[in-house]
């Protein structure tokens, strides 16, 4: 009784540790969701805001807007194209880690550029445009880089992938007509002597002539004598695997 007891204590802790453990799991995946969908939402708003500073405001702050969004753009991107190639292509980790170096250099040009949509002094910013462009077109360039290579990449793959699937089934189509005659085969009577080649229709002729002659030789006396009388079977020719006629006895 008390093995009993202790088991179903066992199994009740067990299944309460199973619950809490789901649980727990359960909160981490809903949190991971929400932040993920707040940060896509902020991420909108944010390209949203760029966006129209780019094409509303002109001066110094529309040209800070546009580069934020010429960067995010392209760094989101290229981002997006090597995290979803690296799962079929495990070459491309090593571009994935580049374009990790690659994202510290653009998150820190982001936060300039924020911090310079704040400043108040519009002359020093102006002055420092240059510099910053130079900057972003750099980092643009080396996104844009990994990004088509990846997909280039990707791009001959499938290509190679296709030509052999054409020469495969080029070579099975090829088998499945087996009836047909190669360029290579010869033509049918070439291949024979010329002795025995012979016009189209000269066999036919000849047998038809020899069909006549037997019917010309062959009269009614000679069916009438084949009917009459029966043949003679010891004037057949004889064959070795042919037994002997035993001669009649009489008792």
Not at 25 to 46: P, Y
Not at 63 to 77: F, G, I, P
Not at 112 to 136: F, H, I, M, N
């Amino acid at each position: 009784m008390e093995a009993v007891i202790l088991i179903l204590g066992l199994l009740f802790f067990a299944f309460v540790a199973l619950g809490v453990y789901a649980g727990v799991k359960a909160i981490g995946a809903a949190k991971r969701g929400v932040d993920r969908t707040i940060t896509q939402a902020r991420r909108t708003v944010e390209d949203t805001t760029l966006r129209a500073k780019s094409y509303g405001q002109p001066g110094v702050a529309g040209e800070l807007a546009q580069l934020r969004l010429s960067l995010r753009t392209s760094m989101r991107a290229t981002q997006e194209a090597l995290r979803t190639g690296v799962v079929e292509d495990a070459s491309l980790s090593e571009s994935l880690g580049l374009f990790q170096r690659l994202s510290a250099h653009g998150r820190e040009l982001d936060d300039d550029l924020k911090r310079l949509e704040r400043e108040p002094d519009r002359a020093t910013v102006a002055s420092l445009l240059p510099g910053l462009k130079q900057r972003t077109e750099r980092i643009t360039h080396s996104a844009d880089s990994l990004r088509w290579a990846a997909r280039d990449r990707a791009r001959q793959f499938i290509e190679d992938d296709l030509d052999a699937l054409n020469a495969q089934i080029d070579v099975e189509a090829g088998a499945l007509r087996h009836w047909t005659v190669e360029p290579d085969e010869p033509v049918r009577g070439q291949g024979q002597p010329q002795g025995e080649r012979h016009e189209p229709g000269t066999g036919q002729a000849q047998g038809q002539a020899r069909g006549s002659r037997r019917e010309q030789g062959a009269g009614p006396a000679d069916d009438a004598a084949q009917a009459i009388t029966a043949p003679d079977p010891r004037g057949r020719a004889a064959y070795p695997w042919q037994k002997t006629a035993r001669p009649e006895t009489t008792n």
